[in-house]
T-cell receptor
Framework: GQQVMQIPQYQHVQEGEDFTTYCNSS?????IQWYKQRPGGHPVFLIQ?????EVKKQKRLTFQFGEAKKNSSLHITATQTTDVGTYFC????????????FGTGTQLKVEL | NAGVTQTPKFQVLKTGQSMTLQCAQD?????MSWYRQDPGMGLRLIHY???????DQGEVPNGYNVSRSTTEDFPLRLLSAAPSQTSVYFC??????????????FGPGTRLTVT
């Protein structure tokens, strides 16, 4: 079945360092979504990418969708303690519609 | 708008007990779904619904039942709780589409422990 993997599983950084998480799908995706989950909280939608090679920015966050539409990345510049949490990518599941297959997530910890 | 609400927030069950996790949304979303979250495994889809009266199985449906009698409510029933069902359960909703996918709005979650 469809698989969506993320690396790394965990990342500890010093505040001010950059951070990147990578998402790889076993199948071509029509779009990819990214969510953030704060510790003890629920996933919150960040962004959706649709076009091959698309790059979108939200302040210090840069999202990229691969040319083959099978991978994506999230890069955070100059991390802050507010960036702490787990970042998930998600792609449409086989069968279409709103069904999503979520990646395994990358847990980010930021130390002062 | 309250968005997506879930009750209870915490629950402890004994093996073999049954219970219903409640989920409601006030955004008039047609699509609703239940996920479970376990450490290192991301979010896995249990059941979903594309509208009132229509439900279908997700990736890990065994041991769970759902129904969708109204657009607003989508309860998840555990028939006979097992320790393997200890997890955090999230309900989510989104506008239904026939083609693309839309962002999903998640509830605050129910933390379930089965002893």
């Amino acid at each position: 079945g469809q698989q969506v993997m993320q690396i790394p599983q965990y990342q500890h950084v010093q505040e001010g360092e950059d951070f990147t998480t990578y998402c790889n799908s076993s199948t071509t995706l029509s779009n990819i979504q990214w969510y953030k989950q704060r510790p003890g909280g629920h996933p919150v939608f960040l962004i959706q990418l649709v076009k091959s090679g698309e790059v979108k920015k939200q302040k210090r966050l840069t999202f990229q969708f691969g040319e083959a539409k099978k991978n994506s990345s999230l890069h955070i510049t100059a991390t802050q303690t507010t960036d702490v949490g787990t970042y998930f990518c998600a792609g449409p599941s086989t069968g279409g519609g709103n069904k999503l297959t979520f990646g395994t997530g990358t847990q980010l910890k930021v130390e002062l | 708008n309250a968005g997506v609400t879930q009750t209870p927030k915490f629950q402890v069950l004994k093996t073999g007990q049954s219970m219903t996790l409640q989920c409601a949304q006030d955004m008039n979303h047609e699509y609703m779904s239940w996920y479970r979250q376990d450490p290192g495994m991301g979010l896995r889809l249990i059941h979903y619904s594309v509208g009132a009266g229509i439900t279908d199985q997700g990736e890990v449906p065994n041991g769970y039942n759902v129904s969708r009698s109204t657009t607003e409510d989508f309860p998840l029933r555990l028939l006979s709780a097992a320790p393997s069902q200890t997890s955090v359960y999230f309900c989510a909703s989104s506008p239904q589409t026939s083609g693309s996918s839309y962002e999903q709005y998640f509830g605050p979650g129910t933390r379930l422990t089965v002893t």
